[in-house]
């Protein structure tokens, strides 16, 4: 027989770890079915409620039980936001890339966010989410959303006013990130630019405009093709800064 009591902190769990997967990597996809989301949700936090010792909830009216509700499910929300930020910087990196190659101008449908992205941040995109899973870091998100229950116990969530410094400091290293998966493409347009402009002075007949147009499309696929194998290493850094925003985001959460 379970008690109101012990219900009411199975509720708490299953709201901070629902909070997680609605904003996580891989999770938080609109092609992941909700119903899985949820039966997802239930078997962790009945995992997690067998596997933490039970402490009592601070609380003496419904409406102080509904705040603490809230900032379970802020909690989870922030981890998993925290965690999810690094694929935005696949897709400014990818909208760079295609800005100098010419492909801006051709955008496609992401069934992942429901709106339109560039050729190559796609690419980058579904890339990287490629190595999370055989990587098996999604093992690893579950884990850190349940070891944030033996961090910051149910009950215990203070979301800190530092918090957005903790922020902005991963926002500068992701777009450092960023500008290093585009830079190749930058040296190499910066080469082409200046060989157009040599041609133009020397050949002032020529229509620089459509044929600069063929040759940086030319040359952008043929350093994306050898880009490939550096996206390894633009995962790792990636995966790194998504494991410290985590681990740091923890002190700021328990108040």
Not at 62 to 77: C, K, N, P, Q, S
Not at 93 to 101: F, L, N, S, V
Not at 114 to 122: D, I, K, L, M, P
């Amino acid at each position: 027989m379970i008690s109101l009591n012990h219900l009411e902190y199975f509720i708490l769990i299953f709201v901070r770890i629902s909070g997680f997967m609605v904003a996580a990597p891989i999770f938080s996809m609109r092609m992941v079915p909700m119903r899985l989301k949820v039966i997802l949700s239930l078997g962790i936090s009945m995992a997690v409620f067998h596997m933490i010792p039970y402490t009592g909830l601070n609380y003496s009216t419904a409406v102080e039980y509904a705040i603490v509700v809230i900032t379970e499910m802020l909690a989870g929300l922030i981890l998993g936001f925290m965690a999810n930020v690094a694929y935005y910087i696949l897709s400014f990196a990818g909208q760079m890339i295609d800005q100098e190659i010419g492909f801006s101008m051709v955008n496609e449908y992401d069934p992942i966010t429901a709106g339109q992205v560039t050729v190559t941040g796609n690419l980058y995109t579904y890339s990287v989410l490629l190595m999370v899973l055989v990587t098996d870091l999604h093992h690893y998100l579950i884990r850190a959303i349940v070891d944030s229950f033996t961090v910051i116990g149910i009950g215990g969530v203070k979301i800190s006013d530092g918090l957005y410094v903790l922020m902005k400091k991963f926002m500068f290293d992701y777009f450092v990130i960023g500008f290093r998966i585009v830079l190749p493409i930058f040296a190499c347009m910066l080469v082409v630019n200046t060989i157009l402009g040599i041609m133009a002075r020397v050949a002032p007949q020529m229509s620089m405009f459509v044929i600069g147009l063929q040759i940086k499309v030319f040359a952008g696929l043929a350093v994306l093709v050898l880009m490939v194998m550096f996206i390894t290493g633009v995962c790792d850094n990636l995966f790194r800064e998504m494991i410290d925003m985590m681990k740091q985001t923890l002190p700021y959460l328990g108040g």
